[in-house]
């Protein structure tokens, strides 16, 4: 399976983003999430999402961030609202066959969100 994000970019504080992530395939997949990761920091999840529709977000993005799936499209977005400076890091989409270790991984995207 190969994952392929995109959507990042440059955004002022209180912007909008929309990131995407295309599957090759998603028929053995359970789980899609996304991580992301600042300069100097450890990679955190940001959402995740189950193939039975379950969803997961961390603290700091609840509220502003929504991830989805499209089947037919074979992709995940994650819809990210209010953004605000300390959301910059790379993002990256990750899909586990057996939760919680995650198989594939995207090539990452760069948000940056400016003050």
């Known amino acids: 399976v190969q994952l392929q994000a995109s959507g990042g970019g440059l955004v002022q504080a209180g912007g909008s983003l929309k990131l995407s992530c295309l599957a090759s395939s998603i028929f053995e997949i359970k789980k899609m999430a996304w991580f992301r990761q600042a300069q100097g920091k450890q990679r955190e999840l940001v959402a995740a999402?189950?193939?039975?529709?379950?969803?997961t977000y961390a603290d700091f993005v609840k509220g502003r961030f929504t991830i989805s799936i499209d089947n037919a499209k074979k992709a995940v977005y994650l819809q990210m609202n209010s953004l605000k400076p300390e959301d910059t890091a790379v993002y990256l989409c990750?899909?586990?066959?057996?939760?919680?270790?995650?198989?594939?991984w995207g090539q990452g995207t760069q948000v940056t969100v400016s003050s």
């Open positions: 990750a899909g586990a066959r057996e939760p919680p270790k995650y198989d594939y």
């Open positions: 999402l189950t193939s039975g529709g379950r969803t």
